[in-house]
């Protein structure tokens, strides 16, 4: 839960910028190509981010690297709600996407390295539930300033209640993530390290500490596990390059290939630039922030449902099934846009968000979290999340762009062309990893392998 605290900071930091666009827009005067560097700023910040903590979490471990992020985002809700031009706004925002790029990459593994490998599906899904939460809480507290700002009599309030929240209400729409960002900071000092990045570091007895206090039993042989995997892996180097080897080849390209699709797709252009869009179709501004809230709503709701199947059902079943529903809702989106029925419009924003929560959304970092060997792990998770960061910053710069110049329609038809591949890469070449422990999996892609890693192992745990 601690762990999972960084997706929530995650969410919350990404999505509070939704509601700040249109007031930070027509306070500075941002043309659209400064409207999404405003919006990429964070998400440029998040590459460099994940590119600094592969080597970072495998040097330090996982633990310092996530107290590092909460710090980075607490700097970012500070410096944000206080900045005094666009420039330092942009950097405020930036110094936050550090610490999201960070998190994002080692929350993750950290989980992935502490759970039981029947429970750990649902376990790494709480990372991406903790996600849906804080986007969630976002768009909530978003709609509530707006709506205090509007109606509150700040009569004799002080001018800086007048300036803080009603003059520039996108102020105290940042200076919100400063409580879970304070809390993130103080929780994240109370976790134990990974057991795995402790026998990797040669510190078995802190290991088997960590496993007994995780699992009710068995911690002796799971220590004996992570020391004979560690153990196959001592003579190869760990190095950042090392994830690139053609012996990787194989699970590298699918989890990359999963975190491009998952951005492609326009999952978050809908939470950034979803009141504009709920706007232009015909919802007030209160409205609008409402309507995001909804959606918000449905995207947690079917994370859960993520947790309580995805390691029944499997990882290629639900992946299916969730990027046709997609597809499919994508394109009614581009129907209806311009169409003045709102109901309608609304309705398949949330399923396409309901769709994506509950497969593309956590199953990406299911995969890669789980999909390398020990040694490479943190590289390959850290690679993965760089390539999911890229291709975001890449759609949140080009999305204004887009839909001024070819419009929305035809935007959310291109998305729907863009996640289409991902269809036929999961059925031909993912391997189903359900049921199966880390160091099983790493056969499938070995030369010598012998697994067939097509449909998930039942579990004999009740949900």
């Not at 827009?25 to 700023?41: I, N, T």
């Not at 596990?225 to 390059?241: G, H, L, M, N, P």
């Not at 989890?255 to 950034?272: C, D, E, K, R, V």
Request: proline share 5%; aromatic share 10%.
């Amino acid at each position: 839960m601690v762990s999972a605290l960084g997706g929530f900071l995650w969410g919350f930091d990404a999505i509070v910028i939704s509601g700040t666009i249109g007031p930070v827009k027509a306070q500075f005067g941002l043309a659209a190509f400064m409207e999404g560097l405003f919006v990429s700023s964070g998400l440029i910040g998040a590459v460099i981010g994940a590119a600094a903590a592969g080597p970072l979490s495998n040097r330090h471990g996982r633990k310092p690297n996530l107290c590092l992020a909460a710090l980075l985002m607490l700097a970012s809700a500070v410096g944000s709600a206080w900045a005094t031009g666009i420039t330092t706004l942009i950097m405020a925002r930036w110094l936050g996407g550090l610490g999201v790029g960070i998190a994002a990459m080692v929350c993750p593994v950290y989980i992935a390295e502490i759970s039981p490998s029947h429970l750990r599906g649902r376990m790494v899904t709480l990372f991406q539930f903790a996600i849906t939460i804080g986007i969630l809480a976002a768009l909530v507290s978003n709609a509530w300033i707006a709506r205090l700002a509007k109606e509150s009599d700040v009569t004799g309030a002080g001018v800086f209640i007048q300036w803080f929240l009603v003059d520039q209400t996108w102020r105290s729409m940042f200076a919100a993530e400063m409580i879970p960002g304070i809390l993130f900071v103080i929780l994240s000092m109370t976790i134990p390290e990974s057991p795995r990045w402790l026998v990797q570091a040669g510190r078995n007895k802190q290991a088997l500490s960590v496993l007994g206090k995780v699992l009710k039993r068995g911690s002796d042989e799971e220590l004996l596990d992570i020391q004979k995997a560690v153990s196959r892996e001592a003579s190869e180097t760990s190095s950042f390059s090392e994830v690139f080897n053609p012996r990787y080849r194989k699970p590298l390209v699918i989890a990359l290939l999963l975190s491009i699709f998952s951005q492609f797709s326009g999952i978050n252009s809908i939470f950034y630039y979803g009141p504009t869009i709920l706007e232009e179709a015909g919802f007030g501004a209160t409205g609008a922030l409402g309507g995001m809230a909804t959606i918000g709503f449905f995207n947690m709701i079917f994370t859960v449902i993520a947790i309580a199947v995805v390691d029944r059902a499997g990882r290629r079943p639900l992946l299916l099934i969730g990027t046709a529903g997609a597809i499919l809702c994508l394109c009614g989106m581009g129907l209806f846009l311009n169409s003045g029925k709102t109901g309608p419009l609304i309705v398949l924003i949330c399923g396409f968000v309901a769709f994506f929560a509950f497969s593309i959304g956590p199953i990406k970092f299911i995969f890669a979290s789980e999909i390398f060997p020990t040694n490479v792990r943190a590289h390959g998770v850290s690679v993965a999340v760089l390539v999911m960061w890229a291709a975001d910053t890449l759609v949140g710069q080009l999305f204004p762009m887009l839909r001024d110049s070819i419009g929305a329609p035809a935007t959310f038809f291109t998305f729907a062309a863009l996640l289409a591949p991902q269809l036929w890469m999961v059925w031909r070449f993912m391997p189903e990893t359900a049921g199966r422990s880390l160091e099983e999996i790493e056969s499938w892609w070995k030369p010598n392998g012998r697994a067939s890693l097509q449909a998930p192992v039942e579990s004999s745990v009740d949900p």
